[in-house]
Every structure is written in structure tokens, then in C-alpha cells.
């Protein structure tokens, strides 16, 4: 790996964001074996003194995974996650998974991963003695119920989610050019368990298949493999291939642990399509259906996939605002219009600028964006001035834009979009006409009244827990405690009669916030344990913080309790929650590592929520 | 002492030897002066089956190369892999 003196010297000048930048650009243009080790090096030494994510991740498998590790390791290093990973002993997958006290549940994962292949879990399938339809019918539904039993287990006994790989098919069958001809052939054998083990996932909370054939076709199944290498070592990849399957990983791994960006900010120029408006003009711009325009299309369309799952688009772009806008509105070949986009910033101050510009109006922290632009000196400027900003390398060739966008583990989601998600652009939209009444009306107050907002608070239920689980891997700023909580998570709390799950949303004259907040509270003797408290930022100030920890009381006083506890455990982020507590009259009762504890006696506590909020169900007053 | 010699035994040492040497000090963590072309998993302690995967994986990434089955197996000494990847550059 190159660079490594320039790191070194970095380093011992204290310049630690640029030796952390060095390191990762040298590890993208060389993610080998040899670097790995570096790279882990590097990041383990100064751990400390960097804002990583951890994760504890447990590997089962039947294959050689020790020389993933390390490329594990390093590629989640310099994406922020600093993973502790355990590899379990080889083929021994089935007893750790079925018993509850193993090894595996002792180390209480985060996320666990299975890693199989056909070759060891199916041999039959993968090299079959008998391919009559009977034949592989009865390995087909014997590999199913045993995966299935497998993976029942594993969600009775843990919290943690879970990813597994699906089945691959050999690059040759036994039937050869006949394999079409038989109604349930080797590959359809296959295809037919990965479709049953799909759709058992779908009826589980936080299983992930992961489509390994896929991957395999993707980097072309006939050099995949190396036979020899697997019969020696049970490698399931060449060299060159282990990388991928480590990307493939880290897409799952990425959104199960909340390691995602919520806004994607798009250049124009060049980007989204051919030309620059202000020198060739609206009419020699491409971004149609044909070359030279198709590359920026496809972008387009990347983009438009991407606000499906729920990403966000802004825009930053230099130009007159004017010239910019009769494009994105009336050019016929377009297919990203203004409406798509939560933000824009069309003007000739600086990208760095603009972006800190979006999220402030936006409301969200600087790393949960993404940059995108072809201009590698404003990518240069932007990584430069805002380090925390995710800044897609976009190569030369525009035809390979597309894919660096979506094959970004910053933009996958293992949940579908949530109907919040859907609407956020929209939700954002809202918020700068709150911000430019607000600048238009007299006092704070007034502001609020004209709004009209109501605020509803229910019990979670089954169709707002995944809402619930993604609120707190989500949620940063406003966040009293920064717990994180899988949709299984969620489920358990649900089941228990000790607590109490509620959601807050919030609406307004202007529209419809959804789901904003969420908390999660334990009966304990006679004190109500609030284990959980956020808010999206989106609605913080406006004294629905209030409102929601009012009703919090109100329900525990009615649940006989005379005190509501605690903790502040201050994290890089959420600062903006520090004096919550205290604002509402709670007194602060001990300090430990974690943070303070703080305790309200409800006896005496007159909380109530503002009067300019509407809070549905009304509080219910004792008889 | 020999030059360019590629392959020689005896005091030479092969330019791919030399880079074998450094992989194989960085892949069981010991000093490039602990290897030499005679050794292998009986003279070196780390030397076992899951860094043997590593080191041949290594030597792949470095050379551009790939090991078959057959090199693997006859992979006595660190000496005999060297011989086995200049057959195939």
C-alpha cells in the first residue's frame, strides 16, 4: 500500500482527519489482504480519537471466512464502524444457533452473519448424484426445514439480526443443455429453496437473505470459485472475489446498524446531465435516451430509486438560479424535476457552503449527507472543509455513475420505506414555510399558536414498531439516552406488560409530520424508568418535547407511580437534549460513566403540555 | 555472490524469493532474517492451516498469479514456492 510514510508523518503532526483521509483513499484504489492489516492497525491505535460507530458481529459459517475478516474490518474502518467481530468454529453453525446458552448468545452480536454456500450446506444440489425431479425435491425440502428450523431458533434465542447467505448455483449442471428440459432441475432446485427461505425471512423481524447467487453472477460465476482452493481450503472465493462479498456484507450491515445517509446533494452540471447550462445552453444539454444523454439518465433514474427507499435529494449547483430551473422544469428529457428535491441551492457560493446551508434547513447533522458530483475540485473542497460529508468518488467515465451510487452501502435499507419516509421530501418542504412564517411573525409564541399543532400519542403497535426500532437508529441529536433497537428489540418491549412503547405524531395547518418521536418506558416498584426518549429534530422547539413528557407523567401517575427517572447519557451528538431535564423541573439525582440521572416526583409536578398544542387522546383525569 | 540468477540456490537469493521472504515475515510476523528458502510449517511456529491460506493468498495478490492445487500441496519449504510462482510469471 502506498502512502504510508505521508500517513506516518501525518499522524505525528496531529493532522488526523487528513491521515484518516490518505489512509482511505489508499485502501479504495488497493483494498488487499496487506493493506487490510494497516489500515486495522491504524484505525485500532487511534480509536479513540476518532467518531466510530461499534458493532459487535458474530460470524457462523461453513466456509474459510479469516481472510474476510480483515477485509471486513478494514473496509468498515474507513467507513466509520469499528466491528468486533467473532468467528465461530467451522460447521458448527447448527448447535450454535439451537442452543441458547452457546458461545454465539454469550457474546451477545449486534448483528450476526451466516455464511454458506450450496458446496457445503447442499452438497446434493450442488453436485448431484441423483437429478431426478423426486431426487431434488427431497434435498430441496430437507435443506429448507433445516435452515428454517435453524433460523426459528436463532430468533427465539437472540435480538440480534440476522443476515444469511441464500444458495448459489454452480456455474455447470449435471443436465448440462438439457437443464431446461426438466420440470424441477437442479438450478430450479435451487431457486426453489432461496424463494422459501426468502419468504420465511419476510415473516420474521430482523432476518436478512442475503441473494449470494446474485453476487456471484454479478462478478461472473465461472471465475468465482477456484476449485482447488475450495477443496483445500474451503475458500469460498478466488483472492480478487473476497472483496465483494465484504461489500456485499457491509450493504446489509450498513443499514441494519443505522450506518446510513438520509439526503443525497446532487450537482447539475455534468452530473445530472450532459452540458453546462450557462455555456452550451438549454438546447445542447443531453440527459435523453440516447448517447451521449444516457449515463446522466441512468444517474437520474439511480436517483429517483433512491428517494423510493426513502433518501432524500437536494441539490447544489453554480449557477444563475434561473437557468438552472428551466431546465430541471421544462427540459422534456428530464426525469428528476423540482418536486424530487427537498432543498436546492442554485447560486455560485461555495458546495461546502451550500451544504452546510441544506443542513441547517433541513435540520439534520452534516454526516447523515451524502455529496455527488463530478468535479473532483469541489469534491476535494467539500471533503476538505466538511469531513464529515460522505463524498461519493465519482470516476471519470460518467456510464459508471450510476452504479458508484447504487452500489453505496450508505444508501441501502433492509426495511422498506416507511410511509414518513416516503414523505419526507415533503415534510422538509413544510419546515422552510414553518421557518419563513416564523421569520414573519412577532414572538415565538405567536408563531406556535398559528400553527395549530396537534399531537398524537398512541401505544406502538404492529404496524408503527418498525417505525419505532428505525426512530432510534436513526435519531441522534434529540435523543436522551441514544439506545438502539432492532425491530425485534421492539417486539420484546412490546410483549412486556412492564413497558410501555408510545408514538408521538405530529400535524400542523401546513401538513402532516407523521411519526416523530418515540418513547419507551419500565415500570420499576414506583418509579416509571424512561428508557428511551427522541424526537426528529424536525419538530424540537416547538414544545412538543413538552407535551409528549407530560403525557408520560400523566399516564404514570395514573399507573399509581410517584416517581418518573432518567438518564442523560451524552453522546458526539446530542447536545441539543442536554438541558431537558432540567427545563421540565426534573432534579438530577447521581452521575455514573454513562451519564446523569434525573428524577421528577409526580406528586408535585405540575407538567402540562403548552396550551397552543392539541395533544390526542386528551390526558385522561382520575376519577 | 551471483547476479540476477533467478532461481539459484546456495548464497543467492531470487528476486521473487525476496519478496516471498518479505510477504511471508509480514503474513507470521516475524523478522525478514527468521525466513529463508528452507523454511516451512515445521520450522515456523505461526506457520498453520489458516495462515497458510493467508500467505498463499498474499503471494496471489502479489504476483498476479494463481496457485493450483497441485503447487499448494508440494509447498514444502518457502524455497519450493518461490520456484513454483517463477514458473508461472
Known sequence: MTHRDSIDKLLEHGKLAEAFQTLADAWNREPSLNAAQYVIAKYERHRAELDLVTCRLAILRSVT?????????????????????????????????????????????????????TASVAPPLWAPSDDSESGLRAVADDTVARLTSLIQAFRNNSQADLIFHLLDSPDLTTRGSLESHADFGQRAAIESVNERLAAVARGMRGVHPLDYDALVARHGRRDWFDEGKWEQFRLPATAPNLRHIVDEWLRFIHPVIGAVVKVAVVDLDDTLWKGIVGEDGFARLKMGADPPGTPYRALQRALLALRERGVVLAVSSKNDEADALEVLEKHPDMLVRPAHFAAMRINWESKAENIRSIAGELNIGLDAIAFIDDNPVERAEVRAMLPQVRVLDLPPDPSKFARIVLENPFFQRVAPASVEDRQRTQFYKEQAQRATIL??????????????????????????????????????????????????????????????????????????????????????????????????????????????????????RLRGKSRLVGMFCPTAKNELAKHFYEDHGFRRIADDADGSLWELGLATSDLKAPEWITVTPAPAVPA | MDHGNAGASGAGVSPTFAVVQQIAAGVFGVAESDISPESSPQ?????????????????????????????????????DIAKAIDKKL
Not at chain 1, 90 to 105: H, I, N, Q, R, V
Not at chain 1, 527 to 549: K, Y
Not at chain 2, 45 to 69: C, M, P, T
Open chain 1, 65 to 117: 471466512v479469516e481472510p474476510l475478516v480483515p477485509l471486513l474490518r478494514a473496509a468498515a474502518y474507513v467507513n466509520g464502524i469499528d466491528l468486533d467481530v467473532r468467528v465461530s468454529d467451522f460447521d458448527t453453525y447448527a448447535t450454535e444457533m439451537l442452543d441458547p446458552g452457546s458461545a454465539l448468545y454469550e457474546f451477545q452480536p449486534r448483528v450476526v452473519l451466516l455464511a454458506l454456500n
Open chain 1, 439 to 556: 421569520a414573519s411573525v412577532g414572538s415565538k409564541e405567536e408563531f406556535y399558536r398559528s400553527l395549530g399543532q396537534v399531537a398524537d400519542i398512541a401505544a406502538a403497535n404492529d404496524l408503527t414498531l418498525g417505525r419505532v426500532a428505525q426512530l432510534t437508529l436513526k435519531t441522534n441529536q434529540f435523543n436522551l439516552t441514544t439506545r438502539r433497537y432492532s425491530e425485534a428489540d421492539v417486539a420484546r418491549f412490546m410483549s412486556d406488560p412492564k413497558r410501555k412503547l408510545l408514538t408521538i405524531k405530529v400535524s400542523d395547518r401546513l401538513g402532516d409530520n407523521g411519526i416523530v418521536g418515540a418513547a419507551i418506558t419500565e415500570d420499576d416498584g414506583d418509579a416509571c424508568r424512561l428508557d428511551t426518549f427522541l424526537l426528529s429534530c424536525r419538530v424540537i422547539g416547538r414544545g412538543i418535547e413538552t407535551a409528549f413528557i407530560a403525557y408520560i407523567a400523566d399516564q404514570a
Open chain 2, 43 to 79: 520450522t515456523v511456529e505461526r506457520w498453520d492451516s489458516v495462515q497458510q491460506i493467508y500467505l498463499v493468498l498474499a503471494l496471489e495478490e502479489r504476483f498476479g498469479v494463481q496457485l493450483a492445487l497441485e503447487d499448494i500441496e508440494e509447498l514444502k519449504s518457502l524455497g
